[in-house]
């Protein structure tokens, strides 16, 4: 199986938006309901921050929201902070009790 | 609260075998699946392999299937991941993870992992 795939690098302004894709197939993003995004930060653990789509654990901030359509899974990050600069990682159930992880993205707050 | 401790990393020839351990605490291991994810240097996160709550079932990415086993000892709260042959490829940080709940697939407490190097 191949990583799910999410753009390499994205940037943004103190206060802006902005949303990172997370496109799969039918087998994984498509098939199911179970997306999950981690954080990372460096020489750190993941931390959850989205799953079943679009649901936020507790602790979480709103500013965080997910969503999916088709084949693809998004999240988006409103009102940008620079505590969000880190590496973010979408998940899918793949079947077969598997699990598939996007090849990350680097969130850079400019 | 809740902990997952790694441990057993270090460096190994390729060809050898090693095996991880994960000790668990503050809350009821017995009833939660396990996972490993690893991240080999500056790349993405890797599933590796889940195992059901009572070790009853196992599951394991392609990549490792036939290599990796991985286990748990629900009296010493402690989940394991044997790996045999290793690879240069096999060279990564190995997280432990827990699966949040049995009716979803994510992840809600992970270890800080322990490194793995394959060098010769």
């Known amino acids: 199986q191949s990583a799910l795939t999410q753009p390499r690098s994205l940037s943004g302004s103190p206060g802006q938006s902005v949303t990172i894709s997370c496109t799969g197939t039918s087998s994984d993003v498509g098939g199911y309901n179970f997306v999950s995004w981690y954080q990372q930060h460096p020489d750190k653990a993941p931390k959850l921050m989205i799953y079943d789509a679009n649901k936020r654990p507790s602790g979480v901030p709103d500013r965080f929201s997910g969503s999916k359509s088709g084949n693809t899974a998004s999240l988006t990050i409103s009102g940008l902070q620079a505590e969000d600069e880190a590496d973010y990682y979408c998940?899918?159930?793949?079947?077969?009790?598997?699990?598939?992880f996007g090849g990350g993205t680097k969130l850079t707050v400019l | 609260q809740v902990q997952v401790v790694e441990s057993g990393g270090g460096v190994v020839q390729p060809g050898r075998s090693l095996r991880l351990s994960c000790a668990a605490s503050g809350f009821s291991f017995n009833n939660f699946d396990m996972n490993w994810v690893r991240q080999a240097p500056g790349k993405g996160l890797e599933w590796v392999a889940i195992i059901w709550y009572d070790g009853s079932n196992k599951y394991y990415a392609d990549s490792v299937r036939g290599r990796f086993t991985i286990s748990r000892d629900n009296s010493k709260n402690t989940l394991y991941l044997q790996i045999n042959s290793l690879r240069d490829e096999d060279t990564a940080v190995y997280y432990c993870?827990?699966?949040?709940?049995?009716?979803?697939?994510?992840?809600?407490?992970w270890g800080q992992g322990v490194l793995v190097t394959v060098s010769s």
């Open positions: 993870a827990r699966r949040r709940h049995r009716s979803t697939w994510d992840i809600d407490y």
């Open positions: 998940c899918s159930y793949a079947g077969i009790h598997t699990l598939l």
